[in-house]
């Protein structure tokens, strides 16, 4: 049903309930001011009817003729019909009509009441005059008291009628004019009423809109004060609870986003109530808003689907770990029933932690574990079976002893070398922890040429060419020994695997604000599928050839740490056949 105006449900039915009001006065006063105005008229023709009666003169000594011009004569001084009767009833005289063909009046109520009272008065129609008439009849009496006749006075009823009427049209225009003065201050009252009804609405729509600052402008009606203030200390309320409310979930939203754990919450019925960006990051979840809809169809991963509905299920917190085998990634998932504040089950929480690193690590550290045994256990073997050869006799055949003793020198000399390496690995980490690492601008040039110095020989000897290109203005914020160390063991890598004729090239340059140093080689290249575990301790692409060659598998490992320590990367460009590129990447 369509909403209707509160002026249609209020301020007409009181216009309505004002009309009938004033109708009902109307009708009550007319009859009241009719009663009044016969009352008034009535006795006032009992006052006339008694001068007239007192003036009179001896009726006995009248005829008939004599005692009509009496009725004419006293009709004009008082302005009303005079009729003379006689005790029988028969008409002496009127004023009026002619008495001779008048009626015999004594069964007239006016005479009959003055029989009995001495003085009557009726409202009737006369027949004489065709219209309503006030008669009022008194006897006249002798000296004796003897009745001799009636006086009468009549007046028309049409005089009062107009009388009445005239009066009754003066207080129908003052109850028009009352009326039309309430209809025009109710509609102003009502227009003032509704104009404070708009402001609440017009106030509650932009409350409902989020604008919770703005507040009603007080009235001075103490119904309406009274409201208004109570409206905006509501509100005043509700705005700080909320901002209360925004500032706890933008802080529980930051913690949630900035979190590096996933974070996931479900109902009792797997459906999403919270979810954070790491979460949506391991699932791929791109939906921007997926709370409220079911697990399932937002995360399509089997273990985690049956790890949270366990999780739903169990009263105590449950943990598993979890492989995502597209991503390769490790996940550790601790999960806990979600209790409101009564303690009552309203889901469950999911916190992932992403422990693929930690397992690269800690493959790494078994790795490298691995490579250490072995590294060392090869030249310590080597070491103790030529020894135990020899002091099984081959010490006496002093060819074969001095080759043996030879073979125990270089593989002690390969346990040094392992063992210095490894050191300084160590030292170069624990100066990059304690932040101890003296750095400070330098020019590049002749770092890199003192590194060409000590290599120089050994490439000549190889034939292959050395190329410097670095302006000779060239600074950089480095700690000189380290990049010598550095760029002295991507030197010696690349003079093993170096193509005679093509040589080497050793470039320093200034990228922006990156400082770039790179050793090329146009060797036999590295495939790519080593690339990212090349700067490992000990890995090698080809064992058997590297260790041949005489590496010890950390030289790539110190320069990752040296570029580590400057706050800077090292990486590597190469394709099979097409030689390599390592660069270290240090900001300038």
Known sequence: MRNRSLLWKIVLPYLFLMSLVLVGIGWYGGRALTRFFVQETTQDMVMRTRLVNQNLPRLDSLNLTEKDDLCQALSTETATRITLIGPDGTVWGDSHENPELMDNHADRPEILAAQDNGVGTAIRYSFTRELDMLYCAQTIVDESGQVQGFLRLAVPMENLAGALTATRNTLLLGGLVFFLVVIIVTILIWYHVSKMLENITAATQRWAQGDLAYRIRVPDEKEFHRLVLALNAMVGRLEKSMTQIRQQHNEQRAILTSMSEGVIAINPESEILSINATARRMFGVSQPDVVGKPLESTIRNAPIQDFLQAVNQSEKPLEQEMVILDQNRYLHMHGT??????????????????????????????????????????????????????????????????????????????????????????????????????????????????????????????????????????????????????????????????????????????????????????????????????????????????????????????????ALAHHGQVFVESQPESGSRFIIQIPG
């Open 337 to 562: 029933p979600l209790l409101s504040d009564d303690g009552q089950r309203i889901g469950a929480l999911v916190v992932l932690n992403d422990i693929s690193q930690l397992k690269k690590l800690e493959t790494m550290r078994q790795d490298f574990v691995a490579n250490v045994s072995h590294e060392l256990k090869t030249p310590i073997t080597s070491i103790t079976g030529f020894i135990e050869t020899l002091k099984e006799g081959a010490l006496q055949d002093e060819a074969n002893a001095r080759r043996f003793l030879n073979i125990i020198s270089e593989q002690a000399q390969r346990l040094n070398t392992i063992i210095d390496d490894l050191l300084t690995l160590s030292s170069i980490e624990r100066e990059q922890d304690r932040h101890r690492l003296n750095i400070q601008s330098e020019r590049v040039r002749p770092v890199l040429e003192s590194v060409m110095a000590d290599y120089r020989h050994l490439a000549e000897t190889k034939g292959v060419p050395l190329r410097l290109i670095c302006s000779s203005e060239l600074t950089a914020v480095i700690n000189a020994d380290l990049i010598r160390q550095a760029v002295a063991n991507l030197l010696d890598n690349a003079l093993k695997y170096a193509v005679t004729r093509k040589g080497i090239e050793i470039r320093a340059e200034q990228n922006g604000e990156k400082f770039i140093l790179s050793v090329t080689d146009f060797g036999p290249g590295i495939p790519e599928a080593h690339h990212d575990r090349l700067f490992e301790r000990f890995y090698r692409v080809d064992k058997g050839r590297s260790r041949k060659l005489g590496g010890t598998g950390l030289g790539l490992a110190i320069v990752k740490h040296i």
